[in-house]
């Protein structure tokens, strides 16, 4: 009895686990995806106005490779809202399906692989937000770099450094755009309001990642607490039924003796 209501109590907790991660995750994805598509639109302001890359009309440049980063954003934004819900709708059945096994409910083997299946879904997204996380760090990188050049302008006054977009691979060899740090370009740039807001977007598109990234964790946990409790139960569920089919041996022993000993008395 006391294992029973320790197993209970210990069950009554998961909901909130799944509560609290499926929360998170849509506070990250929200965050990643809001901030990532206004930064990557700025990031296109900044490249049209100051560095004047042209958009090509049939060619894979880096307004094309923009507007694909930002479906990709709209099919996380969708993708996950979707994962969420089926995390969290998993865990409260799960629990309630531990819940009532000492009712009518038998944990079936469909429910156990439903719930690897999950655990494994849910750490091959952990590997795919980490590396989100990774390549949102290169912008936050660039533009921190960018945003330090503009604050220290006096600093940097006499230096003659250039912004060369060759160098990140935006443009082709052959195309010069650049902005150097004596020029007019540069200065309009920083006293602009595109690049400190773009920079700022781009660091909360970072922190929204990363609370994805801890949201799965979460998850992963409550999965795996999950898939633990389940096995128990299913080992508990045969032990219940070994014992009732024992009990009805033994009933049926000793009502089969008291008859004989009743015909045998007559």
Request: proline content about 1%.
């Amino acid at each position: 009895l006391g294992c029973k209501e320790c197993c209970e109590r210990c069950v009554g907790s998961l909901p909130w686990a799944s509560l609290i991660a499926t929360i998170l995750l849509y506070m990250g994805v929200a965050l990643f995806c809001g901030c990532g598509h206004e930064a990557l639109s700025g990031t296109v302001t900044i490249l049209q106005n100051y560095f004047e890359v042209i958009r090509a009309p049939e060619a894979i440049d880096v307004f094309t490779i923009i507007d694909i980063l930002k479906y990709i954003i709209y099919g996380l934004a969708a993708g996950f809202f979707v994962f969420g819900v089926l995390l969290l709708v998993e865990g409260f059945f799960t629990t309630g399906a531990i819940r009532d096994l000492y009712g009518e409910f038998k944990i079936t083997a469909c429910g156990r692989c439903l719930t690897a299946f999950l655990m494994f879904l849910a750490y091959l997204f952990f590997l795919v937000w980490l590396g989100v996380t990774a390549f949102t760090s290169l912008p936050v990188f660039m533009y921190f770099n960018v945003w330090s050049m503009c604050q220290n302008t006096s600093v940097v006054e006499g230096a003659n450094l250039c912004l060369d977009l060759r160098q990140f691979g935006a443009v082709t060899i052959s195309e010069d755009r650049k902005v150097c740090t004596g020029s007019d370009k540069f200065f309009k740039m920083c006293e602009s309001n595109e690049l400190d807001l773009t920079f700022h977007l781009f660091v909360c598109a970072l922190a929204g990642a990363g609370a994805a990234v801890i949201a799965m964790v979460h998850f992963l946990m409550a999965l795996a607490a999950n898939w633990g409790y389940l096995k128990d139960a299913s080992r508990m569920q045969k032990y219940e039924d070994i014992k009732s089919k024992e009990e009805q041996e033994l009933h049926d022993i000793h009502s089969t003796r008291s008859k004989e000993r009743l015909n045998a008395y007559t």
